[in-house]
């Protein structure tokens, strides 16, 4: 069992910078891949960026290459997301995933499918 609980959300300005963390619970969380999720209003739940369990893999969805970053510690149990050069279509609330199964895979799983423990969720807001 992984318990999720994000922070670090808030207002900010376009081209500004937020850095999102997600703290676990559990001891299986060094062996779960990470993923942060968004959703914004009347839109589907998207990936934004994912990391294997040891960070060997990383994914980003083509929208945040170059401006997010995800990273893990997992002597802290904790995942982040740095997000920089924000803009306002990044308004969405944030959520931290694990996936219990990535030692299955070879690859980094993207679908919302694949993670079986999600965070309550925190809000980003980027005005213009």
């Known amino acids: 069992q992984v318990q999720l609980v994000e922070s670090g959300g808030g207002l900010v300005q376009a081209g500004g910078s937020l850095r999102l963390s997600c703290a676990a619970s559990g001891r299986t969380f060094s062996s779960c891949a990470m993923a942060w999720f968004r959703q914004a209003p009347g839109k589907e739940r998207e990936i934004v960026a994912a990391?294997?369990?040891?960070?060997?893999?990383?994914y980003y969805t083509d929208s945040v290459k170059g401006r997010f970053s995800i990273s893990r510690d997992n002597a802290e149990n904790t995942v982040y997301l740095q997000m920089n050069t924000l803009k306002p279509e990044d308004t969405a609330v944030y959520y931290c995933a694990a996936d219990r199964e990535s030692y299955r895979y070879a690859y980094l799983r993207t679908s919302r499918n694949a993670y079986d423990y999600w965070g309550q969720g925190t809000q980003v807001t980027v005005s213009s």
């Open positions: 990391i294997s369990s040891q960070s060997f893999k990383i």
